[in-house]
């Protein structure tokens, strides 16, 4: 099935160009991007049989979140073409945070590497890193926390 869907979610990933990084006229994808790429590819590797299958609680489709690792309502749910994508608004809303605060760092690790102080660069790169290892581990993420975070900036906009 969607082996079409799977390879065009992929190429858009590798096509896009803010994925990636030259270093020394070698373009490298970024870490963060591979994590998600894995995203892409990990359930569908397994025969495309979900663990946590789709279900209707009460006549709401419920799809299951993997940050918050639980499940939540179709509307809360973040939806490609009537399927769920495997996470929730809030969660992918802190993850893009997340994702945002590594590249600020990634940057100023180059800066600092333009400047000659790879010493510093190195200390900002390693902090990219260990955030970017926290970026699709569950633990990172907290249910009622990111919900109550992604509402109130709802209501502020
Ligand atoms: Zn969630």
Redesign the pocket.
Known sequence: MAKNTTWEEVSNVLNNEDNSFTHKGVKYLKPEVVAQLEAILKPKSKGGVSTNPSKIVDGVTMHY?R??E?Y?AEC??VMSQGKSKG??K??ISKWNKINSQIKRLEAQAVGEMTRDDFDKAKVLAEEAKALGLTLNDSAT?N?EE??KLFNGQASEA
């Open positions: 979140c940050f918050h639980r939540e809360d749910m996470y929730c809030a969660s993420y249910y990111d919900w």
